[in-house]
Each structure stands twice: as C-alpha cells, then as structure tokens.
C-alpha cells in the first residue's frame, strides 16, 4: 500500500521549507489567487532540490480573497483561465529542468468543481488539452474526479486528514463544529483511516491517491512528520503520484 | 529580399481581425500589460486561421499604464516575469495546436532593454531558458538585439516603418514633432527605404528582419495593406521570421 | 416633467468627450473592472466642465471581465468593496472640488443586486454608511431600490431605452432576440415613452428617475443628440438628479 | 518630551491585534502594494478600539513586489495615485466613523521621494489637494517633508530605530551590514538615542516626530514594548501626532 502526500505551496506563507521534506506533491499557486512568477519560481527551486513533484494550483483571479470567493465564468473562459496558468508554470518549471506532474485547483473553483459538473468538464478538459500526461487530483468522490475520468484523464482522489467528513463521504464545511483537526496526533490518525479504510459514500469505498497536508500554519511541519511516522508504522508507503 | 511584418495584438484594440490578413507575426500581449487568458486564446486562434506566426509580448505588470511605465527589477525577477508569460502564451497556444515562433517585449520593457545592458540580458536568458528554438525581436541596433545574439540565440532586428529616426540611427520619441508618422503613402515609403537601405548606425547599416505596424488605430488596416502594396512594387517578399 | 440622463464613464471607451454635452450624470468606474485614478481624474474634470454630477460606479475586482461575471462576496466584503471605491472617486473628486451626488453599481454587482436581497442591501448600507447624501441608483422595481428605500437613502430608479423589457417589467437579456435596440429614432422613441408611460410591474406603474445612455459605441453621441430632442419635442425636460 | 511610535499596517502580516497597544499611528496600506477593502475595514476597526489614529500608506501599483520595486509614473499619474489610495481609506473610515490623520508613502514611493523632488512635490500636493489638515509622514531630513513643508503642510520628520544611519545622516540601504537591528534592547536603546539626541546632517539636527516599528515579524510585539518602557525611563512621553 502506498499513498502520495500534496501540500498547496507558493502562497506566501513563509513555511514551505519546513514542509517540502515530508511531502511528495507541491501544488504551485500560479498568481491568480496568490503567489506570482518570482515565488513560483523560489518554490519550484525548493521543491526540485527535494525531489518532490510539483504541478499547477490555479485558481479564480482573486489575489485579495485569496481565491476563496466564488465566481462565475464561461466554459471557455475557465478553459483559458487554467490553460494559462498551467502554462504560466509549466514555462517557469521549464527553465527549471522539471516537467509538471499533475493539476489541482485551487479553493473555491475546487470547491465548485465538486458539485458542478460543467465547471468539472472545463477544467479537465484545460488539462487534457494542455497534456494527456497530466494527472488531476480532485476531492474524492467529486465531479470532478469523475469528469476527468471520463475525459480519459489520470486522476488522483485527494482526501484531507484535517478535515472533518460527514457520513454520506462529503466534506464538512468549514463552518461547523469538528471540520477542522486541530491536534496532530488527531489528524495523523485520521490520515491512516483515510489510507487504510478510504471514504464511505454510500454502497461505495473509495481509497484516496493522495492526502493534502497543510503548510500555512505552526503546527503544520510538526503535523505532517506525525502523518508520515504514523503511516509508516502502519505499513503504508510515501510515494508520489 | 524577404522581410516580416509583426504587429502588437491582444491588447484589446478590436482591429485585430483586420490587420492579421497583412502581417507574418503576431506578438500577443500576455495580461501583464494587456489582455488576459481569453483575449490570448481568442489571438492565438485568429493568427493560427490565417497562417499567421504567433509570438509571446510580456511586460511590466502594468494594466492601468499599458506597461509604458519604466519599472526596475531585479535581473532575477525579471527572468521569472518573462517566463512566466511566455509560459502561459504557449499553454494556450499548445491547447490550439500551435507553437511559439517569438517573444517581443512591450512598451517600457521594450525601450529600458534598448539601452539597459543588464536588463537586455535578463530578458534574453529567459527566453533562452524557455527554449533556444525562440528568436527574440528587439530594436535594431539595440542592446537587447546584441545581449540575445551573445547569448546564442537567434535574434530579429525591428524597425517602424512609422517613426522617425535620429541621423544617429535611433528612434526618435514620440513626443519630439515630426516621430510619427500619419500618412498611409509617407509610412508606406518608409518601410520600403527601412527594407532596402536599413538604418544607418555610423559607419555600419542595419537591414531590419521585421517592420513592425500598429494595429491600434482607425487607418491600421489600410496603412498594412498599402505597406504590402509598395513592398511588393519593390521587389522585397513579405514573411514569416 | 423631467428626467436624469445618465452614462457610465471612465471605462476607456473613448467616447466621453462626445456623450458628455448631452448627459447630466456620469457613473465613473472606480479602478475595479475598469478605469484606475488617471482615468478617473480625467473624467472627474470633463465632467466638471460640461456641469454633469459625477457618481461612483463600483464593480466587482474583476479588471479582464469587465466586471461581468457573478462573484459571491460576504455581505461584509461587499461593503468593503463599494465602501473602498466611492472614497477612492471622492478622493479624487475632492481634490477636483467636486463632490459625488450618486452611486450606480455595474455589471454582474449591479445585475445581482436586481434579485438578490441581502446583496442589495450590503450595497446600500455602504452607501448609506459613505453618506446619507448620496443617492442610490439601481433598476426600476428592482430588489436595490427596494432596500435602498427601506434603509432611508434616496433613490433613483434606472430605464434603458436601448434595452427591450418583458411584459411583466423585467428587463430582457441581452442574449435574447430584441433586447438591444440598435436604431437611433427607435431608442429615442422608447426613452420617451419610458419617460411618460413609465415601466408597468402587473398592477404597479414606476416612472423612472434617470435614464442611462451607452456611450461605448460609435453610434453613443448620436442616440444621445436624439434622445434629448425628442424628450424635448415631447416636452420633457432633462435634469440632473 | 514627547514622539509618536508609527507601524504599518494592514500588510497581511497578522501581527496586528499584538502591535496595536503600543503604537499611537497606523498607517494603513491602500490595496496597490497590499491590504485591499477588508483587510483596510479591520485594520481601521482594531486601531479605532485601540485609540490608534490612522494614516493612509499609500504605494506603488505593485502586489507582487510589496510595492519595493522603483516605478516610474508623470506627475499627474502620481498625484491620482495617491489621491485614489488616500480617499479609499478615507470612505472606509469614514463609515467607521474615524478620520485620517496623515499620509505616509510605502516602500519604493517613500524612498524614491527622499532625494526625488519632482516626485516628492507630487506626493505632497496630492495629500494638499486633499486636505491641509492631514500631515505627511516622511524621512526626517528627506525631499518629501521639504518638499511638504514648502507647499504649507503639517509634516512628520520619521526616524527608524531598528536601522543603521550612516554619518552624514542619510539612512543605510538594507544589503549593507548593520543596516538593520536585530536585538531587541539595542533597537530599543536606539529609539531613545533617536528621539533625544535625534540625526546629525553636517551641521544641523533633527528630531524625528515620529519613530517607525515593524509589526512585521516574531519579535515586533517584544521591540514595541522594550521601546516603550525605555522611553518612558528617559522621561519621554509617547503621543499621537
């Protein structure tokens, strides 16, 4: 058994070196909802020299709301939109020596693209024709996921070892009591639920490709070296996508 | 005798569509100083129906001035602004089926390069890093033209069939009288004398790769073809860099 | 009788000189989908000159759309955000010796404010909040007026008469057949019936307060030389609010 | 005795709340270098519960350089700038029920305007233009409070200390050794040197107004204090401006 660990990067919060060491995937904001070319290259840098994958985080153009307010555009528009800042990456990268690996959106257009199938459609289509080679990693059990595959993509089901899951396998909101893990060795176990026991959606399991850990606060290198002692003595592997 | 015929698109000048049937490149303003991912996919699809060569047009991060103001960078900083706009044409450009022929900087990024070595440099080393197949376009003569051509890279001189010039070889400003020219028949002439005779630098002459036109104004189109109509009464074939 | 024409300015179409004779208002784009303090302090003094009152016209943060696509701000944020761009105009307008009489959202902030209550009432509560001065301009019958009003600001209540409505007082998308008129003598004819019959909500009749004029067209200063001279043979004067 | 302790603000640092109790001016950044509508409507909110009187901090249109990067903008484009920023804030306050009470220029625009007149003129009659009433905040001994004093308004001379000055008074750049203060007691020890003995430019003295803190790192909250109680040991009481 074996598992990837993603870590959203590039976002300014100043923690990325303390993170790199325990993951296997970087999510590289492309200055849309954060970061910009002169970060996006420091975090490739960083992310090369630990050998960790890196791949594209677009989001909504919302550098103040930091891409988490919702929006709403054209088919071609979100097309275009992810287009460019796969690419915006990919050019950085390039010079880099280092190939993309995968795409995960960023806040709210994740969080939409888990319940609206043509916004999915968009985005995984801006994917595809950018690179067949390209995995895209959605929430477990989205439309998104399900889109990409359905477009021939790779896909990679991400679940949240911090996060809290209502019964029917969907994310809790934010908003409510007991979404967010806040004690390490909380989250680290429930990082090894996830892996070993995946996600009830109904009839349904579905084991996670890859766990997001979180790198924008103190705790967040003391957690994710807690995630990896604790899959590692539950016999599961740390291995990129 | 062939030359190229480029012009600045994408910046929401809404001529597009009636210049491209005159020109060879199209240099597409990548959101920094102009347009943005819709506006360069709507360009890139444009230029490619019309045989057209694409190239990318990154400048300062500048919408409210059109990237006309001077900015300083650091060499560092500018490379990653560079890539990362020409990343992003090539990302849409890739999902239409087409690559990239060019890079031509814009506006203040263009006129600092003409003279700044060290930027000419930095803005050259990005191009060269995103892929030496690129030929890089600069003011003839200039700095940017020599550190490209240094550099290793494969480089094309531009002149303005519509500017005045210095008996020095240089280009006069735009805001000195007699810098642009407003006559179709006068800016005509001028291209054919730019590609037959080329600029005189002293002692040596320049014969320019490429005449630029404008496409930002109510005679653009009529000024191209009446450009198309003399250089072809001479002799000098139009095409691609 | 009489009736306010207004025209939403500073949104580089070029055409503010030529609308300006004929307008009593002028709605200024505030930096946000459009304009930026250069922009806006030029049209701040046109507008002083020809004696049009100057309005704020706040938009969504959304520069490459125009300000056209939905967003989904907390009712805070919103605040913040119409709060952050009247001052920024009064600014302006302050060091101008003008002060603003109005305030108009745009695009997607005004559109949604039309059915959704709560946004429409964050948008009036900055309003009220910068002053109790200023008036409130939104579509007749519309969900901003309505809370405008009900927090105790004063109102002005917006006809297109290049716009078709529907039967029941709504106004038309501009995505159906009809809902734009193009000919100059049918959108003067309908501004003057808007200005006597008013707009019919099943039972309830509203005669609007001001009518917006498009000043983004070629065609711009001729609608408005043919609004007014109809109004006038009507015997309608115009008025600023 | 007395002087004024000056912090900024309202950059995303999240030092705030912990700052806030020892310093007697906010200046506020205006959305161009950082901040944006919210983070400006909090940071005014938490300085008014404080006592704190708010300043506006305005910069150069640069998110992604932190507004550090020299820009290059005509004098009217400088004086829209500001003003755009200044009255931004002054709508946000104002619906907080709190006037500005100086102005004080960010990063690259502060430090171009110590030895660029044109541009500190421009800077100063911009804050003129809006109100006599609000001081400018500048280098003690620089061309903007010159400037300033020249056009008749109100100025703060500003001293810093947790950086290093060199003999003839003018500030070290920050990539020289010593340039910055990293010790907590020795920056405090600074301050009270600052404000008693003030800075030697050759023959003449000046005692700064005001002294800056950061709130930008771990240790701001630790300086702040260590620099109240010295002061208050030297008999020097804190004061607003």
């Given at each position: 058994?074996?598992i990837d660990l993603n870590c959203d990067?590039?976002?300014?919060?100043?923690?990325?070196?303390?993170?790199?060491?325990?993951?296997?995937?970087?999510?590289?904001?492309?200055?849309?909802?954060?970061?910009?070319?002169?970060?996006?290259?420091?975090?490739?840098?960083?992310?090369?020299?630990?050998?960790?994958?890196?791949?594209?985080?677009?989001?909504?153009?919302?550098?103040?709301?930091?891409?988490?307010?919702?929006?709403?555009?054209?088919?071609?528009?979100?097309?275009?939109?992810?287009?460019?800042?796969?690419?915006?990456?990919?050019?950085?990268?390039?010079?880099?020596?280092?190939?993309?690996?995968?795409?995960?959106?960023?806040?709210?257009?994740?969080?939409?693209?888990?319940?609206?199938?043509?916004?999915?459609?968009?985005?995984?289509?801006?994917?595809?024709?950018?690179?067949?080679?390209?995995?895209?990693?959605?929430?477990?059990?989205?439309?998104?996921?399900?889109?990409?595959?359905?477009?021939?993509?790779?896909?990679?089901?991400?679940?949240?070892?911090?996060?809290?899951?209502?019964?029917?396998?969907?994310?809790?909101?934010?908003?409510?009591?007991?979404?967010?893990?806040?004690?390490?060795?909380?989250?680290?176990?429930?990082?090894?639920?996830?892996?070993?026991?995946?996600?009830?959606?109904?009839?349904?399991?579905?084991?996670?490709?890859?766990?997001?850990?979180?790198?924008?606060?103190?705790?967040?290198?003391?957690?994710?070296?807690?995630?990896?002692?604790?899959?590692?003595?539950?016999?599961?592997?740390?291995?990129?996508?």
């Open positions: 058994m074996n990067l590039g976002e300014s919060s100043g923690n990325e070196a303390a993170i790199m060491p325990y993951i296997t995937s970087a999510n590289i904001a492309c200055g849309f909802h954060a970061g910009g070319p002169s970060v996006m290259q420091a975090t490739a840098r960083l992310a090369k020299q630990h050998g960790v994958a890196i791949g594209a985080h677009p989001g909504w153009p919302d550098l103040q709301g930091f891409g988490r307010r919702e929006m709403s555009f054209s088919a071609e528009e979100v097309e275009a939109l992810v287009l460019y800042q796969i690419g915006a990456l990919a050019g950085i990268a390039r010079a880099e020596g280092v190939e993309l690996r995968h795409v995960k959106p960023h806040g709210a257009l994740y969080n939409q693209a888990v319940v609206d199938a043509a916004l999915a459609e968009s985005i995984a289509r801006a994917v595809k024709r950018f690179s067949r080679e390209l995995i895209l990693v959605g929430l477990a059990g989205s439309s998104l996921v399900e889109r990409a595959r359905g477009l021939g993509l790779s896909v990679a089901s991400e679940a949240f070892p911090d996060r809290g899951y209502h019964p029917d396998g969907t994310l809790m909101s934010r908003t409510l009591p007991g979404a967010v893990l806040h004690d390490s060795a909380a989250v680290a176990e429930h990082a090894v639920r996830l892996a070993t026991e995946g996600i009830r959606f109904g009839e349904k399991v579905i084991l996670p490709d890859t766990l997001c850990l979180h790198g924008d606060n103190e705790t967040a290198a003391e957690n994710a070296r807690l995630v990896r002692e604790k899959l590692a003595a539950a016999g599961i592997a740390v291995r990129g996508l």
